[in-house]
Each structure stands twice: as structure tokens, then as C-alpha cells.
């Protein structure tokens, strides 16, 4: 999958990079678990736009794997899903 994100108040989608994971592990079990690695990766690839609010919680969504230019284009059929985060143990 095609790992994007942004600023709660934001329109704009930051690619941050792909995940991968084993079968029986879902997307957002997969990025909960690595939610603070993939948050500063997401603030050291575009400081200016999201180091400032790296300290807030940013939205993370998943796209299917290699649909960078449907994100790209904004085609009305792809499919993105966000990603909860439950911060409660």
C-alpha cells in the first residue's frame, strides 16, 4: 500500500512512502505500530509543510500499492482509506 498524509486541517496529501506487511496484519495495525517512525519520516521529508506540526497527530490514509498517479491526477474512482489510530491501550 501507498502510505499518504496531512494535516488534520488540510486538503493536501503528502506522499510519505509504501508499507508493507505479512498476511493477517491489517493497514491500520500496520501503521500503528510504527506511528511515531512514519510521523518523523513525514516531518524530515517535507520540513517546511509539516516539521512545524510534527508535535499535533497528522491523518495518515493508505492508497492500493503503486497509485501514485491516480493521487497524482485525483481519479475519481481510486479508492483512499484513513487510517484510525486508537491511542488508548
Known amino acids: 500500500n501507498d502510505l499518504y498524509v496531512r494535516q488534520p ?15 493477517g496484519v491489517s493497514v491500520p495495525a500496520c ?7 512514519i510521523a518523523q519520516h513525514a516531518a524530515n521529508l517535507r520540513p517546511l509543510e ?22 497524482a491526477y485525483n481519479r475519481p474512482d481510486l479508492q483512499m482509506t484513513k487510517i484510525v489510530i486508537d491511542d488508548d491501550p
Do not use: C
Open 9 to 23: 486541517k488540510s486538503n493536501v496529501f503528502w506522499f510519505v512512502g509504501k508499507i508493507a506487511r505479512v498476511d
Open 31 to 37: 501503521v500503528a505500530r510504527q506511528y511515531p517512525l
Open 50 to 71: 509539516m516539521y512545524p506540526h510534527h508535535d499535533q497527530k497528522f491523518e495518515f490514509w493508505a492508497a492500493p500499492g503503486d497509485s501514485e498517479m491516480e493521487v
